[in-house]
């Protein structure tokens, strides 16, 4: 069984600098004023590594990498 992932961000933490949506496009897209969005569900296994990717990248911590199965 493989393990499944989710991204969550947290909002007092981040100040909009939009990396997370550069790094990953294909889950987190950006509202009017530049904060992310992330697309709710698991990531499909292909995503994990680019997600581990943008949550390092995040310059505020803001955006976690977080399991969803039991």
């Given at each position: ?50 997600a ?19």
């Amino acid at each position: 069984m493989s393990r499944r992932y989710r991204l969550i961000i947290d909002p007092i933490a981040c100040d909009g600098h939009g990396v997370c949506a550069e790094l990953l496009p294909e889950r987190v897209t950006l509202d009017p004023w530049g904060f992310p969005a992330v697309e709710p569900g698991d990531l499909p296994p292909g995503l994990v590594s680019h997600a581990e990717r943008a949550v390092v990248g995040c310059p505020r911590l803001a955006l976690h990498l977080v399991r969803s199965d039991p």
